[in-house]
């Protein structure tokens, strides 16, 4: 029998299409607006003498040092974050003691604390450690908050391996090293790129630790510097949307090259 086609759903997603396009549309078109005559042209309408100088202009204020801090930080995060996750994920899964049982509830613990509720202790330590208006003082609280989610995340795509061939490379005289690297990276993959991913947007994206553990203008990170040029450019729209776009450029080509590996990894098990 012929399916009867989903109108009403068709229509759906074309309006929540339409939802999600239009904001793009206008700081795509806005970006590339004069700052003359900008509140008296129809906010949709193509600009009829379009221009790049609103992206020059965010280029000559130091934007590719806020991307540089950014890329530092998300990369910092994004590597501590996947090594010690596996490496925790892998010993919750194969360890067969009462601590490995244990350190997962830990882990678990450590979703239900907002990161808000430990602003001011965080503050205290990197202060006391010397670490205030560094890179580093952002990557690791980043660090900690990632860790919890990426170690269930992993987990449970490590308990799918089956045992057997753990049993295998056992009797082949691998030790654990051998195993995580061998087997275990190769296995959950795409895991390992969903978290990847899902950490490197959040550290990429955030904004609470940078206002708190950085005060300097060398130590600005992007959501910092987008902050400070809503500042700078007071009335410059188009500039501040043309810094919008140019901060996203990165994570969009992360996106790109590492689709098959997160769209797997988020699809995984649906067929179970």
């Known amino acids: 029998m012929r399916a009867r086609p989903n109108i009403a759903g068709g229509l759906g997603g074309l309006a929540w299409l339409l939802v999600v396009l ?12 004069r700052q003359r005559g900008f509140f008296d042209a129809n906010p949709l309408s193509v600009p009829t003498d379009p221009t790049f100088g609103n992206y020059e202009l965010v280029l000559e204020n130091d934007f590719l040092r806020y991307l540089l801090n950014s890329a530092v ?13 596996l490496m925790a994920a892998y010993y919750v899964v194969r ?3 009462r601590f490995a049982g244990l350190t997962y509830s830990t882990f678990l613990l450590g979703l239900a604390i907002p990161l808000q509720a430990t602003i001011i202790p965080i503050y205290y330590l990197i202060t006391r450690a010397r670490l205030y208006d560094t890179l580093l003082a952002i990557i690791l609280p980043s660090v900690a908050f990632a860790i919890p989610l990426s170690v269930v995340i992993l987990a449970n795509f490590l308990r799918d391996v089956p045992n057997e061939l753990f049993e295998s490379m ?6 654990h090293w051998r195993m995580l690297g061998s087997l275990v990276l190769p296995m959950v993959k795409p895991a390992v790129v969903t978290v990847a991913v899902y950490d490197g947007l959040n550290v990429w994206n955030g904004f609470l630790f940078p206002l708190i553990l950085t ?5 600005r990170v992007l959501p910092m510097a987008l902050w400070a040029f809503q500042g700078q450019f007071r009335v410059n729209i188009p500039a501040v949307l043309a810094a919008v776009i140019l901060s996203t450029l990165p994570v969009l080509a992360l996106y790109v090259l590492g689709r098959r590996y997160l769209v797997s990894g ?7």
């Open 170 to 175: 056992r009797v082949d005289g691998a030790g």
């Open 73 to 85: 930080v998300t990369a910092g995060t994004v590597v501590v974050t996947v090594a010690v996750s």
């Open 215 to 219: 005060q300097s203008a060398d130590q």
């Open 22 to 33: 239009v904001p793009v549309y206008y700081i795509v078109v806005t970006s590339l607006r």
């Open 95 to 97: 360890g067969r003691t």
């Open 266 to 272: 988020l699809t995984a098990g649906f067929g179970k």
